[in-house]
């Protein structure tokens, strides 16, 4: 498979998996519903309540590297779910 280039939607899920490993986020979704990429893509990240969500969105962004450059990041508290 040498040479062969991750697609966004594969590093967003790689990036996000290893937050939901860490404990960082109890887990996430995207709007992604076909293998076509959405116009705009948005992440939904589901957090312990009470998490201090511009330190999530941070986090979620910096995991995400140029994968997540021009996404919307939707922050849900686990009591939701």
Do not use: C
């Not at 076509?36 to 962004?61: C, H, S, Y």
Request: avoid cysteine.
């Amino acid at each position: 498979m040498a040479g062969k280039r991750a697609s966004r939607r594969g590093l967003i899920n790689v990036g996000l998996n290893r937050l939901v490993a860490a404990g960082t986020i109890a887990s996430f979704h995207t709007n992604y519903e076909t293998r076509q990429e959405p116009d705009r893509v948005r992440i939904t990240v589901v957090v312990a309540d009470g998490a201090d969500t511009a330190t999530i969105k941070n986090t979620v962004l910096e995991a995400l590297g140029v994968a997540g450059t021009g996404t919307e990041i939707v922050i849900e508290p686990l009591a939701a779910w």
